[in-house]
T-cell receptor, first 114, second 111 residues
Framework: GQNIDQPTEMTATEGAIVQINCTYQ??????LFWYQQHAGEAPTFLSY????GLEEKGRFSSFLSRSKGYSYLLLKELQMKDSASYLC???????????????FGKGTMLLVSP | NAGVTQTPKFQVLKTGQSMTLQCAQD?????MSWYRQDPGMGLRLIHY???????DQGEVPNGYNVSRSTTEDFPLRLLSAAPSQTSVYFC??????????FGPGTRLTVT
């Protein structure tokens, strides 16, 4: 099976930098994803890593170390609108159909205060 | 493009009733999935499809049926609703690429 761990809650101040960690155990790793989900809304895609290293996209960056089963999402210049749940998800573990599916962590609720 | 659409947005059922949650996408995506999201549990995969006529079970399939007769539609059927099925249900789709698009969700309460 697959196991994904991330902190339940984090708090940070507007303008600061925050790092949300994710550790995982999976067979047949085929990519790690980060999604953002505002309260009452659907998840939206933030980033994708399949090779080791850092992927940068504006204020958001995501890092992956496959050997350590570890990823982090880095949010810079925090804004109030960044208050949301951040979901780490791993694609892997082939099912009966032969296809790999996406397994989500429980999410990290980030609260940005003024 | 409308993307991924889901109906209804809200639904209240009595225990034992059946219903179908509708999901449609207009992006010609092969892969479609149904998830449920419960407080403290994260998103859990119920069923998924890799193309018309091909479906498979996810992590929590019991009490749910799916079929995929067309590329566009992927309905989720609750056969006999139970209070444990009270949840928010999300449908998602993707192509061969990596980005998965989610519908707006259906909030289901079973009393």
């Amino acid at each position: 099976g697959q196991n994904i761990d991330q902190p339940t809650e984090m708090t940070a101040t507007e303008g600061a930098i925050v790092q949300i960690n994710c550790t995982y155990q999976t067979s047949g790793f085929n990519g790690l994803f980060w999604y953002q989900q505002h309260a009452g809304e659907a998840p939206t895609f933030l980033s994708y890593n399949v090779l080791d290293g850092l992927e940068e996209k504006g204020r958001f960056s995501s890092f992956l170390s496959r050997s350590k089963g570890y990823s982090y999402l880095l949010l810079k210049e925090l804004q109030m609108k960044d208050s949301a749940s951040y979901l780490c998800a791993v694609r892997g573990g082939r099912r009966n159909s032969g296809y790999s599916t996406l397994t989500f962590g429980k999410g990290t609720m980030l609260l940005v205060s003024p | 493009n409308a993307g991924v659409t889901q109906t209804p947005k809200f639904q209240v059922l009595k225990t034992g009733q059946s219903m179908t949650l509708q999901c449609a996408q207009d992006m010609n995506h092969e892969y479609m999935s149904w998830y449920r999201q419960d407080p403290g549990m994260g998103l859990r995969l119920i069923h998924y499809s890799v193309g018309a006529g091909i479906t498979d079970q996810g992590e929590v399939p019991n009490g749910y049926n799916v079929s995929r007769s067309t590329t566009e539609d992927f309905p989720l059927r609750l056969l006999s609703a139970a209070p444990s099925q009270t949840s928010v249900y999300f449908c998602a789709s993707r192509s061969e690429g990596y980005e998965q698009y989610f519908g707006p969700g259906t909030r289901l309460t079973v009393t």
